[in-house]
């Protein structure tokens, strides 16, 4: 076997590389280990409990919605299964920040066996601010799981 043999390209075509055929035992073992940790993560349902929200289908792991009028710029936040107190709201350099400790636990004691599970996690999101908000008068309020922040502009950015 010569060297020129392990280039994934032909000279002929300069540079180019070469096509991947079906017999190509690289691409076959590719392929395989592709569909087993396919078929592996299809055994649990998703999102799996007590992961990180940052692996959930979003990299958030949570839904953020903006709305903005003449007068105030809106952030509706959802929440679900986080407590106020875990909720930590913060607005500096032109940047609002909304991040919360996420705590589940669940015991069950049936038929001879114990299941405990803790998941924690903390979720974050940074979303920036247009210029001509006045930040020291921002607002949020939390309720069934909600978390709104009400930010109103500046007067002379209402016009």
Wanted: proline share 7%.
């Amino acid at each position: 076997m010569r060297v020129t043999d392990l280039i994934p390209w032909r000279a002929e075509r300069r540079n180019q590389p070469v096509s991947q055929s079906a017999g190509d035992p690289v691409a076959l073992l590719q392929s395989s280990v592709n569909r087993a940790f396919d078929d592996f993560l299809r055994m649990f349902p998703a999102p799996l409990p007590g992961l990180p929200g940052m692996l959930l289908d979003n990299d958030s792991g949570f839904q953020v919605d903006i709305a903005e009028t003449d007068k105030e710029i809106k952030v509706t936040a959802e929440l679900p299964g986080v407590e106020e107190g875990d909720i930590d709201v913060r607005v500096s350099d032109g940047m609002l920040t909304i991040s919360a400790e996420k705590k589940a636990a669940r015991e069950e004691n049936e038929s001879g066996y114990i299941l405990r599970e803790r998941g924690f996690g903390r979720i974050e999101r940074i979303l920036p601010l247009p210029e001509g908000v006045n930040t020291d008068a921002a607002q949020a309020s939390f309720k069934a799981g909600v978390l709104t922040v009400t930010i109103p502009k500046v007067a002379e950015a209402r016009d």
